[in-house]
């Protein structure tokens, strides 16, 4: 089992920065494939990044550049860094965890363990 909950979230002006983090109570955190996922109003559910136990990280095309993924795993805990941020970055993020890599990291039915969520609003 593993509980994941997400800050960090808030309301921001287009071209700003903020940095979402995610805290994990599993102690085997580190032997996880863990991702961000986001979720706008009247859309569906889309993979942001994903990062696997052995670091590598992957990242959706719209925020290639823009956004590191990382993780710290003494700490438990995962990040998200967002930079240049524009309006269509608006929704609520989402951190989840996956017990083994392989497969698309971007589907959501692929990860066992979910936090609640934190609101990212960008303005223009």
């Known amino acids: 089992q593993v509980q994941l909950k997400e800050s960090g979230g808030g309301s921001v002006q287009a071209g700003g920065s903020l940095k979402l983090s995610c805290a994990a109570s599993n102690s085997h955190y580190d032997n996880y494939c863990m991702g961000w996922f986001r979720e706008g109003p009247g859309k569906e559910r889309e993979g942001v990044a994903s990062?696997?136990?052995?670091?590598?990280?992957t990242y959706a095309d719209s925020v290639k550049g823009r956004f590191t993924i990382s993780k710290h795993n003494a700490g438990k805990t995962l990040y998200l860094e967002m930079h240049n941020l524009n309006p269509d970055d608006t929704a609520m993020y989402y951190c989840?965890?996956?017990?083994?890599?392989?497969?698309?990291?971007?589907?959501?039915?692929?990860?066992?363990?979910w936090g609640q969520g934190t609101q990212v609003t960008v303005s223009s």
């Open positions: 989840a965890a996956r017990r083994f890599s392989g497969g698309d990291w971007s589907l959501p039915r692929t990860y066992a363990y």
């Open positions: 990062i696997d136990a052995d670091g590598t990280a």
